[in-house]
């Protein structure tokens, strides 16, 4: 059983900054494309951003680009979003991604909201909560 668990959630001002990393246990996704996506209460999951399977590509929604950065260590089989100039509007749980095997770079393959068909483990989520 593959479980991916997210951690480094939690409450900051708006314009702070946090760092969500994700661990997969048990198999290391070294050949996968992973993503980080988010849904906000009442909205639909949307994508965020994600990383091909090496760490050299990368793609972004337009609502984050430029604020966050997506990265990877394969040594510790782990997946980081680091998040700055946060705004209330980025409140949200938080839920990392191993992509099914596709062709493409990290912007393809993951399907379309609400279902994102292109996913083979999502995360349980960790919950973002930026006042203003």
């Known amino acids: 059983q593959v479980e991916l668990v997210e951690s480094g959630g939690g409450l900051v001002q708006a314009g702070g900054s946090l760092r969500l990393s994700c661990a997969p246990s048990?198999?290391?996704?070294?050949?996968?494309?992973m993503g980080w996506f988010r849904q906000s209460p009442g909205k639909e999951r949307e994508f965020v951003a994600a990383i091909n399977w090496a760490g050299l590509s990368t793609h972004y929604s337009d609502s984050v680009k430029g604020r966050f950065t997506i990265s990877r260590d394969h040594a510790k089989n782990s997946v980081y979003l680091e998040m700055n100039n946060l705004s209330p509007e980025d409140t949200a749980v938080y839920y990392c991604a191993v992509r099914r095997p596709a062709l493409g770079g990290p912007s393809a393959g993951w399907g379309t909201s609400p279902d994102y068909d292109g996913v083979l483990h999502w995360g349980k989520g960790t919950l973002v909560t930026v006042s203003s």
């Open positions: 048990g198999r290391p996704f070294v050949s996968s494309a």
